[in-house]
């Protein structure tokens, strides 16, 4: 995967999930309509979800 592209499709709500970044969640229906508090509404749930929170406990352990 590394170094590869790889072209996501938005889930059954229209949301993008980030497989290397933990809690990007981009709602793609929201974001082509110009409903950007939507988008940030999906994107700061992302980044208060556990996997998230997970992530960057593991970034903080590396040395």
Not at 20 to 46: E, H, I, N, R, T
């Amino acid at each position: 995967m590394e170094g590869e592209y790889i072209s996501l499709k938005p889930d059954e709500n229209g949301v993008l999930w980030s497989l290397v970044f933990p809690g990007l969640w981009l709602d793609y229906s929201k974001l082509l309509s110009g409903d950007f508090s939507g988008v940030l509404a999906v994107l700061q749930a992302g980044l208060n979800s556990p996997e998230h929170a997970q992530f960057v406990k593991q970034l903080s352990e590396k040395p």
